[in-house]
């Protein structure tokens, strides 16, 4: 493998040329493995707060009814399939929440806590009191951190619930909680018992929530669910619909930059061996007349460009690793509750991302050095030799 | 009467240029027997250099046949025609065109490498060949710390070192002084003498000339006059 010794030489010998080429190769897969770990973490906490905190799949009533009848059936039918976790029936209605002199329209959620619990871990989010205190169908009420400042009401007060056709009612509150999210603002639950008699529904729920140890096959099961039952069910990524074609068209546009960087660190590789070419004309001619074919010199060249890219991306990983890991331990200067709960800036570095990320970088060097190889493996033998 | 001649050319004609053209060689016709030391001279422009370039199989003509021992060079491949230099041609030019990043031993060791030989194996022959030119002592060095009648030894033993049944050499000294041309001379000589090789040189080095076995005098790209074998 003469080929691989002549580039080597070639690329020892010019230090300085190619140093800066490498620099540019390193630096192109360094930003991009920092900006797809950041996509990543991003991504990664916008969908694990969606599935944290929402039913997987929601199975709403058939079309034109208010409810779903008989629903222990159902419910017993959704735990035969496989991987369902947890399901949780609601009763949900609108209510005016009124304490002293303000009033708050808020979505009240009728609940078993031990089931919804199953569904949606509340437990984590509460901030004061306890979320299974609901667990009897007494007058009890549990609403998030933003609704009770809103209400300027604390722990143990007494509010008034407002439900149209029925007598106001005072719950008293007996725990709050902070997703960080605006649900905390508009969201209150109470005893599923309590709700109907209050709706005067009956046995009845309008929804029903699952948990499944897949988010990702929602999907599908929702589909199943949805034929063979003949009531609307709904996976998170329907009902998650415009943030998930936003991520995705943002990953589009992000594509789009990668292969510019890798790009402009493309045409440095190719300049570099341009220039190795020029210079080394008499070389090629004479290793022409050795005998080396012009398939060894287009080789010599691409092994160049590989080797320069190679380089490159080693040092470029280990910028991209480093870099992430720093960006992954800056505390954001804001409060947790504002942004999902994060403290830390969302990073996820994952080995995938360098793997793209080299290969891209590699294929990219070579067809850059493609151009300079098929000059070199072009050359008249004569013409060369006698150019020096 | 093929086999007795290694080099024949029948008729060789080369015409460069698209709008004017120019006729390097003309009609050219020239045999040359094993183990010949001979020398082409003449004018600048009279078609030495392309003459040599034909023979070495770095160019095409336009028109007639070369057979190197027997074989019809002007009907090969690429591919080929590389394999046939690699293995039968040996090459010294004026300039030694010694690759500038390998030392003195790798650079004889390169025409084998491009044959396939193992490094082990080649660098064992191209120590021997370095040995022979008399630069035994100089192998590590790369062709900037080596003088120009050095660097030429190190490009004859990289001509030679792949035993080619034919070297050519375009003015092989003619950028060196008088005693480093004497000594280069002596040692093609002695090459010559001892394996029997076939040395072509183009001179226009009258003294160096008169000292080969065969002179061929090309006069705008015809043979004007030709010794014979001395």
């Given at each position: ?10 690329i ?94 808020v ?161 440095g ?61 800056i ?35 070579i ?10 493996s ?11 | ?6 080099i ?36 600048s ?27 019809d060079?002007?009907?090969?491949s ?36 491009i ?50 049944s ?62 014979g074998?001395?």
């Open positions: 493998m003469f080929e691989l010794d002549v580039a080597t030489r070639h020892k010998s010019r230090r300085r040329q190619t140093l800066f080429s490498i620099i540019a190769v390193s630096l192109a897969v360094g930003i991009i493995i920092i900006f797809m770990s950041m996509m990543g973490g991003y991504t990664s906490i916008l969908i694990d707060s969606t599935t944290e905190n929402q039913a997987h799949i929601t199975i709403m009533p058939k079309e034109g009814e208010d409810y779903i009848q008989l629903y222990h059936g159902l419910e017993n039918h959704i735990y035969t399939l496989e991987g369902v976790e947890g399901v949780s029936s609601f009763f949900q209605g609108e209510a005016a929440l009124q304490y002293k002199h303000n009033a708050e329209g979505l009240l959620y009728g609940i078993n806590p031990d089931d919804e619990t199953l569904v949606v871990n509340r437990d984590k989010y509460m901030q004061a009191g306890e979320f299974a205190s609901i667990e009897n169908p007494g007058s009890r009420i549990v609403m998030g951190a933003k609704l009770a400042k809103n209400l300027e009401l604390g722990m143990g007060d007494s509010v008034t619930a407002q439900i149209p056709g029925a007598e106001p009612t005072n719950f008293i509150v007996t725990g709050i909680f902070q997703t960080g999210t605006p649900v905390d603002e508009t969201m209150a639950f109470v005893n599923i018992g309590r709700l109907q008699d209050l709706y005067g529904s009956g046995d009845v729920i309008t929804g029903m929530g699952i948990r499944l140890s897949d988010p990702y096959a929602a999907e599908d099961l929702a589909n199943g669910i949805d034929r063979e039952t003949g009531y609307d069910a709904i996976s998170w990524m329907e009902q998650n619909a415009e943030i998930l074609t936003l991520l995705e068209t943002s990953e589009g546009m992000v594509y789009f930059f990668y292969i510019i960087i890798f790009g402009i660190s493309g045409f590789v190719a300049n570099v061996l341009i220039m190795i070419v020029m210079e080394k004309m008499g070389e090629i001619g004479m290793l022409m007349a050795m005998g080396a074919s012009r398939r060894s010199i287009m080789m010599i060249f691409l092994l160049e460009a590989a080797i320069l890219g190679m380089m490159g991306v080693v040092i470029g990983c280990i910028l991209g690793y480093v870099a992430s890991a720093a960006i992954a331990s505390v954001i200067p804001i409060p947790p509750e504002m942004y999902f709960g994060m403290d830390h800036m969302p990073v996820v570095i994952e080995f995938k991302n360098f793997i793209s990320a080299s290969v891209f970088a590699l294929v990219i060097n067809i850059a050095g493609v151009f300079p190889a098929r000059r070199a072009k050359m008249d033998p004569v013409e060369a030799i006698y150019s020096v | 009467m093929s086999e007795k001649y290694i024949q050319i029948k008729n060789l004609t080369k015409i460069f240029g698209d709008g004017v053209e120019i006729k390097a060689l003309d009609g050219v016709d020239l045999n040359i027997e094993q183990g010949e030391f001979l020398a082409i001279v003449g004018p422009g009279s078609g030495k250099s392309t003459l040599l370039n034909q023979i070495g199989i770095l160019d095409t003509p336009t028109s007639g046949t070369i057979l190197l021992d027997g074989v060079v002007t009907k090969m690429d591919k080929q025609r590389s394999v046939t230099r690699n293995k039968q041609l040996g090459f010294i030019f004026q300039y030694h065109h010694l690759l500038p990043d390998f030392n003195a031993l790798e650079n004889v060791m390169m025409p084998m490498l044959n396939g030989v193992k490094s082990s194996k080649a660098r064992e022959t191209a120590r021997k060949m370095l040995d022979e030119v008399g630069l035994e002592d100089r192998m590590k060095h790369r062709p900037n710390q080596l003088s120009g009648g050095q660097n030429q030894r190190v490009a004859i033993a990289r001509a030679l070192v792949n035993k080619p034919i070297v050519i050499g375009d003015e092989p000294t003619g950028n060196l002084d008088t005693k480093a041309s004497e000594n280069i001379y002596e040692l093609l000589r002695r090459l010559n003498h001892e394996y029997n090789q076939t040395f072509i040189l183009v001179t226009h080095d009258e003294r160096m000339a008169a000292k080969t076995d065969r002179i061929i005098r090309l006069v705008d790209g015809r043979i004007a006059e030709d010794s074998r001395l």
